[in-house]
């Protein structure tokens, strides 16, 4: 049951690899590797609009979209013969990040008990 999922995971990352000129295991290192950052990044960066420490908003803002678009961006330089498609998806997605990032700068959350975090 789990063999044919195998054989087509294996016939995607092949053509990926010999079409695209993509690696998807580096691709999926980056994205792993990314995401602590990005979840830190976010944990503080609402901490410090909470807290008013504002020099410390846009420091934290530049860790989160680096973290976001870093895997995306190996796909951009090392991707070859990429079809239109997904440069607007990866366009998209950046777009996303941003966007996520002000409403979530935005919306300040209440604090509870004097503690800010």
Same mark, same amino acid.
């Given at each position: 049951? /789990?063999?044919? $999922?195998?054989?087509? /995971? ?11 000129? $993509?690696?998807?295991? @580096? !691709?999926?290192?980056?994205? +792993?590797?990314? *995401?602590? !950052?990005?979840?830190?990044? @976010?944990? %503080?960066?609402?901490? *410090? =609009? ?6 410390? =908003? #846009? ?6 979209? &680096?973290?976001? &678009?870093?895997? !995306?961006?190996?796909?951009?330089? !090392? ?6 498609? #997904?440069? *607007?998806?990866?366009?998209? /997605? &950046?777009?996303?990040?941003? $966007?996520?990032? &002000?409403?979530? +700068? %935005? ?11």
């Amino acid at each position: 049951m /789990l063999q044919p $999922v195998i054989a087509w /995971l294996q016939s995607l990352m092949r053509t990926a690899r010999e079409t695209y000129g $993509v690696n998807p295991i @580096i !691709f999926l290192v980056i994205y +792993l590797g990314c *995401a602590p !950052f990005w979840y830190y990044s @976010i944990f %503080r960066a609402l901490r *410090a =609009v909470t807290t008013n420490r504002t020099s410390e =908003v #846009v420091p934290w803002s530049m860790v989160f979209l &680096v973290t976001s &678009v870093a895997p !995306f961006v190996y796909v951009m330089l !090392f991707g070859r013969n990429l079809p239109w498609w #997904v440069y *607007a998806i990866i366009a998209a /997605l &950046v777009v996303e990040s941003v $966007v996520t990032l &002000v409403r979530r +700068l %935005r919306k300040r959350p209440k604090q509870e008990s004097g503690r800010p975090w």
